[in-house]
């Protein structure tokens, strides 16, 4: 019988796996795509989509279509649960779907804090299409008095988000003010020179920071921290951090401290030789990595290698997570702020940068 490859979510680390699909195809596999969108939204250009600087089919990959066109199969489903021991997976659908091999790519998901009260207005920064559903309904608000929109959360999701939501706010004519809640210390994780940076280019273009501690709970659309509450506000958005998908944890499969799949050094699950992953699905067994997309497209030689080699029986590849990265934050109405080791550079040169580096990524996989 056929043997059956499942490429488990088609995020970052699957895009050269995606792009080569065909290779499976005539090694006489059969290959099973799944994922809840017939598209996947590249992360890095998601704040920008929210400002308006780009539009959904600028930022996204046809993953459906490409894989179609190679001869591979698209299941518009969620995987809600694994059998490791049974190698099937469960879908949203109530469909199951058995693998001889597979490599899971399914990201990350901001977890929701208790709310009491109207959901229709909070929306979390993951996956990155609800930026654009947030873009959709915040532009298109009619309110005489000015909009009050907070974003929570101290990284640079929540710095990118609040400065571009400033944007979409300031191009579309709207008296609005936004509130970034930041945790305790605005990019703790970061220099002084790109904390200060960010910081002044976020509070001239109208964001007011404020560090009050870690949320809480949200009460009929008010923002509740120890002992304080903010007022009621008209939008939430959360960027309070990701947590891998949760079914690794849930089937007792050997996973890391924060839940990801437990991978060695080969992107290959430490107990399952035949469960492979990348991406922010994961946690990586050598060293901790940073939930960054960096890290998720420098696997995707090597997820691509492992999967072709165990159908070959050929040596696996080693995954080396290489030094320091490049960061640059989109920070809205054409400004970012870029870091690498000693390098800071801030302004309108950043964000060209960004832009010219993200289009090409998409350019690449498109
Ligand atoms: C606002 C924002 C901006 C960011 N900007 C940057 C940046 O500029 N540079 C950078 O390096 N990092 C950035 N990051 C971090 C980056 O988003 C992640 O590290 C990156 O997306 C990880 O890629 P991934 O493919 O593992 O996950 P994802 O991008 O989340 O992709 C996962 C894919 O799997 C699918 N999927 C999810 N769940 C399931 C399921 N249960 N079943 C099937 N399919 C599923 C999804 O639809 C998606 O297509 C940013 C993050 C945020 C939130």
């Given amino acids: 019988m056929t043997q059956h490859l499942v490429l488990a979510g088609g995020g970052h680390a699957h895009m050269v796996s995606l792009a080569h699909l065909r290779d499976f195809v005539e090694l006489d596999w059969r290959v099973t795509v ?23 089919d600028e930022i996204r990959f046809a993953t459906r279509a490409q894989v179609e066109a190679q001869g591979g199969i698209f299941v518009r489903d969620t995987i809600v649960a694994v059998d490791p021991k049974q190698r099937r997976l469960a879908l949203a659908s109530g469909a199951q779907i058995y693998y001889d091999l597979v490599s899971f790519n399914t990201g990350s998901s901001v977890q929701l804090p208790e709310i009491s009260g109207d959901q229709e207005r909070i929306f979390t920064v993951k996956p990155i299409e609800r930026l654009y559903e947030a873009r959709e309904v915040i532009a298109t608000q009619s309110t005489l ?29 709207h008296p609005a003010q936004v ?46 921290f120890d002992g ?16 891998p998908s949760p079914f690794f944890k849930a089937a007792g499969m050997a996973v890391g401290p924060d839940g990801g799949l437990l991978v060695n050094r080969f992107l290959q699950h430490v107990d399952f030789p035949e469960i492979f992953g990348g991406g922010d699905c994961i946690s990586f067994q050598e060293q901790e990595l940073d939930k960054v997309g960096v890290y998720a497209v420098r696997e995707n030689p090597v997820l691509f290698h492992n999967l072709k080699a165990m159908i070959q ?13 490049l960061l640059i934050f989109n920070l809205g109405q054409g400004k970012g702020v870029l870091r690498k080791r000693w390098l800071n550079l801030s302004g309108r040169l950043a964000f060209r940068i960004k832009d010219w580096i993200d289009r090409k990524f998409i350019e690449q996989f498109q």
């Fill in 313 to 325: 029986g050929q040596p696996l590849q080693a995954f080396d997570p290489g030094g320091d990265y």
């Fill in 34 to 56: 799944i994922g809840p969108s017939d598209y996947h939204y590249y992360s890095g250009m998601g704040p920008g989509m929210l400002g308006s600087t780009y539009e959904p």
């Fill in 179 to 224: 509130y970034l809640y930041a945790g305790h210390r605005f990019m703790g994780r970061f220099p002084e020179a790109v904390r200060d940076k960010s910081r002044s280019f976020l509070e001239r273009a109208g964001v007011e920071i404020i560090e009050n501690g870690y949320l809480q709970r949200i009460e009929d659309m008010r923002l509740v």
């Fill in 145 to 173: 008095r000015p909009l009050k929109v907070a974003v929570v959360g101290g990284g640079p999701a929540g710095a990118e988000i609040s400065g571009n939501l400033r944007q979409l706010l300031v191009e579309s004519s």
């Fill in 228 to 243: 304080e509450q903010s007022e009621a506000l008209d939008f939430i958005l959360l960027a309070t951090g990701v947590h």
